[in-house]
């Protein structure tokens, strides 16, 4: 039995490669927050502008009395609201995308975890005992897949809001939301996140007890001639 497939993962360092994933994972979400910790401080810089457009549409008393000095107010909010939250916007989206390329590596390191995850599963009916190995890989890569799952989604929230902002002029009412939903992250549950990378941990040492002969899982005896 040949147990290295084409895609530079083997069960010989099988745990290397999901320990170098779990880091990654780590190293990935530390980033992204720093990067909406800093967007979110540009962001509050021009709610005050937000505000005084939306009071505009209150009433004004004694100014009342000034010609078009709604539109004319509201015109000039509009500008310097624009001219302030697109370019802070622009940078975290900058920010943002640079960061999708190490998404990118983890989403493929995953993948091939996968395939070889895939391969065991297609030798189960000559080696039943690999069941249980098989369903700790599953549980292992439904944690991975839904925490980048979360922060993908999260990704082209962001991208389509910079671009609706980008081509073209926003009510008031919907920029409000929509910087509500940029800073809220909607996408993404921090419990759940990390309930998730707990599991993740918890499933990667139960594998490693597996492969080190410390639990009752038995592995076929290709499997055992591996070292770790």
Known sequence: MKLTLGVDISLANYIDTLDDLRE???TFVEKWSNIQR??????QAVTNTIMQIEHLDGPLGKLGGFQNIRENS????LVNLYDRLVPSLEASIREFTKLMHMFENLRHTSTSIQTLTETMRGDLSESPELEDLVGFLDLIMISVR???NMYESEFLVKLTIFRDFEESAIDIGVVSNYLTIWMVEPNIEGSA??????DLDEHIELLRDVFTGKTGIRLPDAYKKVQF
């Not at 800093?38 to 962001?43: L, Q």
């Open 146 to 148: 839904d925490i980048l």
């Open 24 to 26: 990654g994972l780590d």
């Open 193 to 198: 996140r990390d309930k998730l990378l707990k």
């Open 74 to 77: 509201k015109g000039i909010l």
């Open 38 to 43: 800093k967007s979110a401080k540009a962001i």
